[in-house]
T-cell receptor, first 116, second 118 residues
Framework: AQSVTQLDSHVSVSEGTPVLLRCNYS??????LFWYVQHPNKGLQLLLK??????LVKGINGFEAEFKKSETSFHLTKPSAHMSDAAEYFC??????????????FGRGTSLIVHP | EAQVTQNPRYLITVTGKKLTVTCSQN?????MSWYRQDPGLGLRQIYY???????DKGDVPEGYKVSRKEKRNFPLILESPSPNQTSLYFC?????????????????FGAGTRLSVL
């Protein structure tokens, strides 16, 4: 079984301040972990992914995430928020079933609000 | 341009009237998937397809059907829609890798279809 918990449903920051979006996961397997972003009225877009290489993963638009196995966490950070970062963010854990099929589990999402 | 195209973007229908939401990708991806997004629940997988003529249930398949007759198309069919199927639906596709390591690939999402069943 696997699950994802995004610890905050909403995060509010001021422009230029750091961003932290928290994600904890549980998985019986070596997980692949992803962060996706969804801007209003748009589909989801990949920010970054962890697939058992470096534990610090850099993504697009200045975002990065650190995989911490001991804490089962994959928190998303950005040093300085921009107004265009305001969006919904989803943490995703996936595993491959016997036969190669693909089972993703999405967190419930964190809405990032950026104030001027 | 590489993309996943869903149609229609918006649909209002009535209970019991069969409908189909189309999904097409132009990236020659093997893996395609349908999700529904509901407030506070994130995305939940409805059905997925590993390749042509290979489909399987996701987490919430009840009330839905899919088909994969061609690699590029993966329509979602609601034979008898009900109000609890009012939701935002997303189609996604992924390439596969040698050894079937699909989970290590990113998904490319369509722009979504907002369905209201009255």
């Amino acid at each position: 079984a696997q699950s994802v918990t995004q610890l905050d449903s909403h995060v509010s920051v001021s422009e230029g301040t750091p961003v932290l979006l928290r994600c904890n996961y549980s998985s019986s397997y070596s997980p692949s972990l992803f962060w996706y972003v969804q801007h209003p009225n748009k589909g989801l877009q990949l920010l970054l992914k962890y697939t058992s290489a470096a534990t610090l993963v850099k993504g697009i638009n200045g975002f990065e995430a650190e995989f911490k196995k001991s804490e089962t966490s994959f928190h998303l950070t950005k040093p300085s928020a921009h107004m265009s970062d305001a969006a919904e963010y989803f943490c995703v854990v996936t595993r491959v079933k016997t036969g190669g099929s693909y089972i993703p589990t999405f967190g419930r999402g964190t809405s990032l609000i950026v104030h001027p | 341009e590489a993309q996943v195209t869903q149609n229609p973007r918006y649909l209002i229908t009535v209970t019991g009237k069969k409908l189909t939401v189309t999904c097409s990708q132009n990236m020659n991806h093997e893996y395609m998937s349908w999700y529904r997004q509901d407030p506070g629940l994130g995305l939940r997988q409805i059905y997925y397809s590993m390749n042509v003529e290979v489909t399987d249930k996701g987490d919430v398949p009840e009330g839905y059907k899919v088909s994969r007759k061609e690699k590029r198309n993966f329509p979602l069919i609601l034979e008898s829609p009900s109000p609890n199927q009012t939701s935002l639906y997303f189609c996604a596709s992924s390439p596969s890798q040698p050894g079937g390591l699909i989970a290590k690939n990113i998904q490319y999402f369509g722009a979504g279809t907002r369905l209201s069943v009255l």
